[in-house]
């Protein structure tokens, strides 16, 4: 449950609260609420599907289920999948680090630190960062409700009047932006075979309760947004959280006032686990759709790739905002909700799914 809510977070708390508020103005804690049932079904599906093959990734068991052509084919796009998520975090992680702290610093430099260190943890292997991952996530949680409880004497409830004034299609649009994130969950489809089997028949819960989690910390950063600055304000803000940390004053206790310290540390560590994750991945994915017995020699020809990507995929940070609001949002719901769904109705239908020593049927 804790990894699910950290690879999620980590960018989430980036664009997705300027986006929402841009398209569904004073409405957009109503897009959170359509975001987070959104987010709930397509991690039920993908726990379902995973659970029905639980020794196996999606790379291994869709051939058996679409056939060899079309799972092949299919296999192949989810391994695209994970790796554009993790070119996508390296340039979101510049992109601030540029516009907040080193902004003399070569774009390359700063993604190319990052990338070293996920794939010092990939070759360490994924056991390390688990462990390390829980206290940094409830410290990162911390952190922003402390940020958003030091900043709320300025919240004005009269933002967020008059409820519903443009009717509901700014809201179900301003959903569709944290509603894909919310489905980046659908990772367990690659790591489900190396979760304890003991711990398997409780990933249901465990996962819609990572998706509850995940809502109501957006909410609170949505409502502190809104509430602080005005739709308007929030939506011109290309970091809304970030602006939170750093509106925070309280001239009694100096120590209190600009959080962004605060925030910036934790976050820079999410964002490590969560490209660090989905380019183990990606890394895995591929290995195992050419039939590779070990991902390991994949790790440092795809870090170079990805990093090309990152660099060349977009020109600016204005460019990023409009791409993670109109291009990525259907692009990935399109994999986590279309194909998983297709996934596990065929394999319903057909009666396929795995069953202990006997491989699937």
């Not at 959280?241 to 209190?256: D, G, M, N, S």
């Amino acid at each position: 449950m804790n990894y699910e809510i950290s690879i999620v977070l980590a960018t989430a708390i980036l664009f997705v609260p300027t986006i929402t508020a841009e398209r569904a103005q004073q409405d957009a804690w109503l897009s959170l609420l359509l975001a987070g049932a959104f987010g709930a079904l397509v991690t039920y599906i993908a726990v379902r599907l995973a659970l029905r093959f639980p020794g196996e990734t999606v790379i291994q068991y869709t051939p058996r289920v679409l056939g060899p052509v079309i799972g092949k084919l299919v296999g192949f796009i989810y391994v695209y999948y994970y790796l554009f998520v993790a070119y996508f975090v390296q340039r979101e992680f510049s992109e601030l680090m540029n516009a907040a702290y080193l902004p003399l610093t070569p774009m390359i430099a700063i993604i190319g630190v990052l990338t070293l260190l996920a794939v010092y943890l990939l070759y360490q292997g994924l056991e390390i960062l688990c462990r390390v991952n829980t206290i940094v996530l409830w410290s990162m949680i911390g952190a922003i409700v402390l940020i958003i409880a030091l900043g709320i004497k300025d919240i004005r409830l009269e933002e967020f009047l008059p409820v519903l004034e443009n009717g509901p299609g700014p809201v179900i649009l301003g959903a569709v932006t944290p509603g894909s994130w919310f489905g980046e969950t659908t990772v367990i489809l690659m790591l489900m075979p190396f979760i304890l089997t003991a711990d398997q028949p409780r990933m249901v819960k465990f996962n819609l309760l990572a998706v509850l989690i995940l809502f109501l910390v957006l909410q609170l950063i949505v409502v502190a947004a809104v509430g602080q600055f005005g739709a308007a304000g929030a939506a011109f803000r290309l970091f809304p959280t970030l602006a939170l940390a750093r509106h925070v004053e309280i001239p009694a206790l100096p120590i209190f006032s600009r959080q962004d310290a605060v925030f910036m540390a934790f976050w820079t560590a999410g964002m490590l686990f969560k490209l660090t994750t989905f380019f183990y991945a990606g890394t895995l994915a591929l290995a195992q759709w050419l039939n590779l017995k070990d991902y390991r020699p994949l790790i440092l020809p795809l870090a170079v790739v990805i990093t090309a990507l990152s660099v060349q995929a977009w020109v600016d940070v204005t460019e990023l905002k409009s791409f993670s609001g109109e291009v990525f949002p259907f692009s990935i719901s399109f994999v986590q909700f279309i194909l998983t769904g297709l996934i596990l109705t065929v394999a319903v239908i057909r009666g396929i799914r795995l069953r202990p020593g006997r491989g699937g049927e």
